[in-house]
T-cell receptor, first 113, second 112 residues
């Protein structure tokens, strides 16, 4: 298995632009998680899905952030409009069952200038 | 939320056992302890988890005290590639939702 695949690996965008991050979970995994990592705040859970349904989005910082999972093999995290403080590494992770360990992707490093 | 306390950094000689402690004194009865590590610029990697009993897999051993207020992750023969930040996490179950709360972790440096 190729693991959790995230794209792009790096994204540089100007403030005010829309940014879309993509994630392909491991086939058959029912849970998908989006995390954000910064030096100041560490790793933060933004949102997670179970069977394509958003379960907990309490970590999504603002209405500028939205996440979707249209099918079991694809999820997106969108920021519109982007701001410099959104600069971070965004990780996607998936797991088969709730109590399994998660498999994380390699992350997307977002820089908003 | 159950929180964890870990030392900010540790050193370990290559080939020796690395023992990483974690305090989770507010853990409740149905909360699992998980360990992950993050090698520089990579995504976190799952290592092991447990509830009450000690656990062992190909990567590490997890020792949980009888009162469950603390645990120790043991890397039996540390190598340079084990240099990473190690996170001890108590997963919080809230009305059917599941959350990891990552702390600041322990930065382990394995020395040649």
């Amino acid at each position: 298995d190729a693991g959790v695949i995230q794209s792009p690996r790096h994204e540089v965008t100007e403030m005010g632009q829309e940014v879309t991050l993509r994630c392909k979970p491991i086939s058959g995994h029912d849970y998908l998680f989006w995390y954000r990592q910064t030096m100041m705040r560490g790793l933060e859970l933004l949102i997670y899905f179970n069977n394509n349904v958003p379960i907990d989005d309490s970590g999504m910082p603002e209405d500028r952030f939205s996440a979707k999972m249209p099918n079991a093999s694809f999820s997106t995290l969108k920021i519109q409009p982007s701001e410099p403080r959104d600069s971070a590494v965004y990780f996607c992770a998936s797991s088969l069952f709730a109590r399994d360990g998660y498999t994380f992707g390699s992350g997307t490093r977002l820089t908003v200038v | 939320d159950a929180k964890t306390t870990q030392p900010p950094s540790m050193d370990c000689a290559e080939g020796r056992a690395a023992n990483l402690p974690c305090n989770h004194s507010t853990i409740s009865g149905n909360e699992y302890v998980y360990w992950y590590r993050q090698i520089h610029s990579q995504g976190p990697q799952y290592i092991i988890h447990g509830l009450k009993n000690n656990e062992t897999n190909e990567m590490a051993s997890l020792i949980i005290t009888e009162d469950r207020k603390s645990s120790t992750l043991i890397l039996p023969h540390a190598t340079l590639r084990d240099t990473a930040v190690y996170y001890c996490i108590v997963r919080v179950d809230l009305s059917g939702t599941y959350k990891y709360i990552f702390g600041t972790g322990t930065r382990l440096k394995v020395l040649a």
